[in-house]
């Protein structure tokens, strides 16, 4: 269905949600944000509805406005028959929100959390108890009633998050990026309670995702940008028109980072990005697209492969806007020191590598009698992109911040950039930059406070901080909303923010800690493209991401649960070692979920 298609008066069928050219616009200061500009769409009862579209594009507004939580500029908005800007306090009582990062009151228990939603939705005491228990069931959380929510991991987070939304049990559910920040096993867990809900009891779910391949798996797609509609329909209206333009590209000789470079400066492609050994790419609709690409690399071989939902994705906003692929900066020595990148044989735990910046020997992090880490190992050469990959929970933040300087480590050795983190922590943290999990932006300081505050705090003053400062406005293309409050900027420009607050000291070691959680398509192959510069460049990066595909961009991986290192090796052999008759050819998110249930399971 076109968005431009004529909207069905509201009948049996099409009572769950529709939305007539609504608008909404916001006041920043002096400066007027239209969030929605005439958006108008029906949504299909008893289905998954995918809410998608680039940072910015409105997604989050269109659901407060749907929840009742805001109210409309203009237009018309009715939920299951309720006109939402008459009777907001209606539509709250019937439907399930869950929001981002799921809207938890943290210092309460999983149960008093539960009391706290049935309070609000007006549940009765005599209804609650099988409901609980149906609840529990369902998101495998009965054992916990009595943690509290803020010690719960992020996927537990995540299934209270929607226990909560769904204690009255409503015919329409709202849930905001669900999955972000969560790991593939709890994101598959979510997705099974879903499917339940729906197939089950016949429930609607409106979900906006930053991972396109979840929408990939809903009835139907709304895509959104600039806060309009661009097309709603079902997933195979928006890959079909790619079918003969998607191929898996390889060429003997060059890796895969350089090539996945070479390309997004061509043309005739529209994108490239790594996928398991090769370079997945994206072609243009000229005639002679793939026959240029192919003779542009000597020995390349192309093989055809199906579109998936986040090559239309992709297309529709770069080609529909005319915007070519990123590309990275052109000269990464202005910006970055230019140390040399050493060639090295693969690390083989748990051995130091020779030149190794990274130095970790039977790391240990004690929180009283728990063990967030337990006795790891691993070291990083100069000039590599390695990689920190677990399930919620598993010490990867506790570990960065631990090599950060930022937390004393319980026992083993730590070495960063030659110094001991025992003795010379001050020293080390000189030598790296750090992005956290959130972005420790401050929200009520412009983007021009941060980065002055940022410069500061890593010595930087006088002429060399504004020097730099201006450097980094014009890297990241933040002069335009240089006095804007972080807090507001969309999720893009906050991770350009922080990235370039991480680097405004020109650090040999950028850790960066789920950096692309939450951010959409476009702005993870942004942030990659500059990271590769930075490699490039000679800077050693050390990540954690709960995108697997986003695994393929490291050297070497390790992947841990429950405090200790699993698996280690490069992105091919960890995901060789997951094969079997039945999948000769996993990816690396196959192999993800079967280490962490192998884990699971030796571990029950």
């Known amino acids: 269905m076109s968005a431009a298609s004529a909207i069905s008066p509201i009948t049996s069928a099409t009572d769950i949600l529709e939305l007539k050219n609504v608008s909404k616009r916001f006041h920043i200061g002096k400066r007027e944000v239209r969030a929605l500009e005439a958006v108008?769409?029906?949504?299909?009862?008893?289905?998954?509805?995918?809410?998608?579209?680039p940072d910015g594009a409105g997604k989050t507004t269109l659901m407060r406005l749907v929840a009742g939580l805001l109210c409309p500029d203009g237009g018309e908005i009715r939920v299951l028959g309720i006109d939402a800007a008459k009777d907001p306090q209606s539509i709250q009582s019937s439907i399930g929100y869950m929001p981002q990062r799921f809207g938890l009151y943290e210092d309460l228990t999983v149960q008093e959390n539960l009391d706290l939603y049935a309070d609000l939705q007006g549940v009765l005491p005599g209804d609650r108890l099988k409901r609980y228990e149906d609840l529990m069931r369902m998101t495998n959380l009965g054992a916990f009633r009595g943690r509290l929510a803020g010690r719960l991991s992020g996927g537990m987070k995540q299934k209270l998050g929607l226990a909560c939304a769904l204690v009255r049990g409503p015919r329409l559910i709202l849930l905001d990026e669900p999955t972000v920040g969560v790991d593939p096993v709890s994101r598959r867990e979510l997705w099974a309670i879903v499917y339940r809900l729906v197939e089950n009891q016949g429930v609607s779910v409106l979900l906006s995702t930053a991972y396109l391949d979840e929408a990939q798996r809903c009835r139907d797609v709304v895509l959104m940008s600039e806060g309009r509609i661009l097309h709603q329909g079902p997933p195979s209206q928006f890959t079909q028109p790619l079918t003969g333009r998607t191929f898996q590209m390889h060429v003997p000789g060059i890796t895969k980072r350089s090539l996945m470079r070479e390309l997004g400066g061509r043309p005739e492609v529209v994108?490239?990005?790594?996928?398991?050994?090769?370079?997945?790419?994206?072609l243009s609709r000229a005639p002679e697209a793939q026959k240029q690409v192919t003779a542009a690399f000597s020995g390349a071989v192309l093989v055809a492969v199906p579109p998936r939902f986040e090559d239309s994705f992709v297309d529709t906003l770069r080609v529909g806007k005319g915007e070519p692929p990123p590309t990275p900066s052109a000269k990464p020595a202005a910006v970055l020191p230019a140390a040399p990148v050493a060639i090295v044989k693969t690390i083989v735990p748990p051995p130091k590598a020779a030149g190794a910046v990274i130095e970790v020997k039977n790391l240990?992090?004690?929180?009283?009698?728990?063990?967030?880490?337990?006795?790891?190992?691993?070291?990083?050469?100069?000039?590599?992109i390695f990689g920190l990959l677990g399930a919620n929970g598993a010490g990867k933040s506790t570990t960065f911040r631990m090599l950060c300087g930022l937390l004393p480590i319980s026992g083993g050795m730590l070495r960063v950039a030659g110094h001991d983190l025992r003795t010379a922590r001050a020293a080390a943290r000189g030598r790296v930059g750090y992005m956290s999990q959130k972005f420790s932006l401050?929200?009520?300081?412009?983007?021009?406070?941060?980065?002055?505050?940022?410069?500061?705090?890593?010595?930087?003053?006088g002429r060399n901080r504004s020097r730099r400062i201006d450097e980094v406005l014009g890297e990241f293309g933040l002069s335009a909303v240089a006095d804007m409050n972080s807090g507001g900027l969309p999720l893009g420009f906050?991770?350009?923010l922080a990235l370039a607050a991480a680097l405004m000291h020109k650090p040999d070691i950028l850790f960066l800690d789920e950096p692309t959680s939450g951010v959409d398509p476009l702005a993870r192959r942004e942030f990659w493209h500059r990271i590769n510069a930075l490699v490039d460049a000679g800077v050693t990066i050390m990540v954690t991401t709960h995108f697997m595909e986003e695994a393929e961009y490291c050297d070497e991986l390790a992947i841990m649960a429950a405090g200790r290192i699993l698996s280690m090796g490069t992105p091919a052999q960890i995901r060789h070692s997951a094969a079997t008759p039945a999948n000769t050819n996993p990816t690396m998110e196959d192999a993800f979920i079967n280490l962490i249930e192998s884990a699971q399971r030796k571990a029950a």
């Open 40 to 53: 108008s769409f029906v949504m299909q009862p008893g289905a998954v509805t995918g809410l998608i579209g």
């Open 271 to 282: 994108d490239a990005v790594i996928i398991g050994d090769d370079v997945r790419v994206v």
């Open 364 to 384: 240990t992090k004690q929180f009283g009698a728990f063990y967030a880490v337990h006795d790891i190992s691993f070291s990083v050469a100069p000039g590599k």
């Open 442 to 461: 401050y929200g009520n300081l412009s983007v021009m406070e941060n980065l002055r505050f940022f410069a500061s705090a890593y010595g930087l003053m």
């Open 494 to 496: 906050k991770q350009r």
